[in-house]
């Protein structure tokens, strides 16, 4: 099976059509922190899951991820809305962003920072230190970081992978982020669809639960943190 970085380059509209049959963010991004009018970073915003309903109320919008695939899916997203040209797309690292200091009022990022804050890397904690040093650098004075990441697919209540407990353990407890859990499920039209469209992400394990289930929506759960400084 394809590593997740391999499909964000190179089977960007698979994964697109997947993300799509997930809950619309807006509404809960705007509970913690209304969006509209504000300069807003989308770090490691994909094929655009929460850049496609936050730039039409934004002032600005930078969006910045390594994959200038996963980017170029999401430009043509944003110019099919007819979004007026208040965004930009940037390949960058999360831990050197080309982001001016005291620029962004609001940092969203999905399911993004996971990956080089996970234990399976050992420099899990430094790059995450990295990360929060960057935020709050191109953050304005009262300024918001809102997180979302997994907290289990396939499952109806919190089960996150052992290797990210670390992470969300360091979120609220060395960086002061609150936390709250929703569920995020994959709805589809029926059981063949939801196998064929995950499988390739999630492998064998889900494809098990989905065919003994017969699920055509598949439970996921998603943690949210959030900091204002």
């Known amino acids: 099976m394809a590593t997740h970085e391999q499909i964000y380059q190179n089977q960007t509209d698979t994964y697109e059509f997947m993300v799509s049959k997930q809950p619309d963010l807006s509404g809960v991004i705007n509970e913690i922190r209304p969006f509209k009018d504000l300069n807003i970073l989308d770090l490691g915003a994909g ?27 999401l430009e043509n997203k944003l110019t099919k809305q007819e979004v007026s040209q208040n965004w930009t797309t940037v390949v960058a690292d999360h831990k050197s962003l080309p982001v001016a200091d005291q620029s962004i009022d609001l940092v969203v990022s999905g399911w993004s920072i996971s990956y080089i804050a996970n234990t399976g890397n050992e420099k899990w904690d430094e790059n995450l230190k990295l990360v929060m040093s960057e935020l709050n650098r191109v953050l304005k004075p009262n300024g918001t970081i809102i997180i979302f990441e997994t907290m289990g697919t396939g499952t109806e209540t919190p089960n996150p992978p052992e290797f990210l407990t670390k992470y969300y353990k360091s979120l609220e407890e060395d960086y002061g982020f609150h936390h709250k859990w929703i569920r995020m499920d994959y709805k589809f039209k029926n059981v063949e669809e939801a196998r064929k469209c995950t499988e390739f992400f999630f492998g064998e394990e889900l494809v098990e639960k989905i065919i003994d289930n017969q699920w055509s929506t598949i439970p996921e759960c998603a943690g949210i943190w959030w900091r204002n400084l």
């Open 47 to 73: 094929s655009g899951r929460l850049s496609s309903v936050l730039a039409k109320d934004a002032m600005s919008l930078i969006c910045t991820d390594i994959s200038s695939s996963m980017l170029e899916l």
